[in-house]
Structure formats: structure tokens, C-alpha cells
């Protein structure tokens, strides 16, 4: 079945510590984003990708970084210097750019010890 | 900026009543509008879509209009299940290429 996987389901960050979190698609889709999602808040864009070797900030890119160097993954990593990073983080792909439509994962929880 | 404004929730409602779940937008152009529905634990579903003024998209007995002149895309449902319980956004294709504005979303209960 063609989807977008993400694990862990939760995980758990120390102080002071960088987290990963694994985003992977076989849709065959350009396009990939994150977003975080904090209660009564909706969804916020943290980064996306447009097409591989390349990604650009969205709203609230501060503490996080990406790297998109295969077309089928999109990991985001919560760095130290993100202050309050317990939240929903929910990756997506669209077919490209222009699509809109786009498809989810199932999401990572995480939470700070 | 685009934005979208959505009804703020949560909405209780019984078993087999009817729904409906306000959106409003701000946007240059001509945005697509979509509903995206998110059961607990989960990520987002593509309920509905509406691609130009008037066009109206369906699934699950969810239907929503697009409405140039009211700027709006309210969802409703005529009858709804204890099964549509979950939380609701609204989103729009902004002006920048791929990128999505959600609303805030709305949580739905429906009781026996």
C-alpha cells in the first residue's frame, strides 16, 4: 500500500537534547512538508521541501532543521534551541508543488522529560 | 495574508442531527478550499475539495460549496453518526506554490 509513514509514534527529549524524527513516502511525490500541531491551535508549517536538495522555511522554522537528500524522506530534527517542542508534529507530501492536495502521516508525538 | 477563520468549537450534537461547521477565508486569487477531517491519535484526512467559485465537493454525505461572494466554505452533513466524531479543518492553497492554510479546526461529538 502507497502511504507516509512516520516513527516513532512518541518520543521523548531530554533537556539539552537534539531529537529526530523519520518522515518516509512511497507515493512518488516532489513535494513534502512539516507541520506542528498544538492544541486549539491548528496546524502550523515548520519546513518544506519542493522538490529533493532543496527546502524552505515556513512559519515556525526556529529550533528545527530538515534535510531532503532523498526524494522518498524528509526527516525534521527538534534541535536544543527549540524552547517548547511537546507537540503534534504531522509530515505531508503532494504530488508537486502544484498539487495541493496533501497527504498525511500519522504522526509523531513528542514529549519532554 | 491568506488566512482561514473557522467556527470555534467544540460542537456537541445528537446522534442524527444536522451539522454544520462554518469557514471563512481571506485570499488573493482563486484558492482551492479544502475540509481535512482528524480522528483522536491520528493524522489528517482529505474529507472534501472545491477547486473554483461554485463548485461543491461531497464524500461520506459531507458536502461544502464554494462560495466566491461570501468568501466562505461551510461544511455540513444531514445526518450525523456517532462515527464523525473527530476534529474538522478547513484549509486553503494559499498564493505561494503547495503551501496549505489551516484554520484552527473543530471539534465535533456526537452522542448516541
Not at chain 2, 4 to 15: A, C, F, K, R, Y
Not at chain 2, 65 to 82: D, I, N
Amino acid at each position: 500500500d502507497g502511504g507516509i509513514t512516520q516513527s516513532p509514534k512518541y518520543l521523548f527529549r531530554k533537556e539539552g537534547q537534539n531529537v529526530t524524527l523519520s518522515c518516509e513516502q512511497n507515493l512518488n511525490h516532489d513535494a513534502m512538508y512539516w507541520y506542528r500541531q498544538d492544541p486549539g491551535q491548528g496546524l502550523r508549517l515548520i519546513y518544506y521541501s519542493q522538490i529533493v536538495n532543496d527546502f524552505q522555511k515556513g512559519d515556525i522554522a526556529e529550533g528545527y532543521s530538515v534535510s531532503r537528500e532523498k526524494k522518498e524522506s524528509f526527516p525534521l530534527t527538534v534541535t536544543s534551541a527549540q524552547k517548547n517542542p511537546t507537540a503534534f508534529y504531522l509530515c505531508a507530501s503532494s504530488l508537486d508543488s502544484e498539487s495541493e492536495t496533501q497527504y498525511f502521516g500519522p504522526g509523531t508525538r513528542l514529549l519532554v522529560l | 495574508g491568506d488566512s482561514v477563520t473557522q467556527m470555534e468549537g467544540p460542537v456537541t450534537l445528537s446522534e442524527e442531527a444536522f451539522l454544520t461547521i462554518n469557514c471563512t477565508y481571506t485570499a488573493t486569487g482563486y484558492p482551492s478550499l479544502f475540509w481535512y477531517v482528524q480522528y483522536p491519535g491520528e493524522g489528517l484526512q482529505l474529507l472534501l475539495k472545491a477547486t473554483k467559485a461554485d463548485d461543491k465537493g461531497s464524500n461520506k454525505g459531507f458536502e461544502a460549496t464554494y462560495r466566491k461572494e461570501t468568501t466562505s466554505f461551510h461544511l455540513e452533513k444531514g445526518s450525523v453518526q456517532v462515527s464523525d466524531s473527530a476534529v474538522y479543518f478547513c484549509a486553503l492553497g494559499g498564493s505561494t506554490l503547495g503551501r496549505l492554510y489551516f484554520g484552527r479546526g473543530t471539534q465535533l461529538t456526537v452522542w448516541p
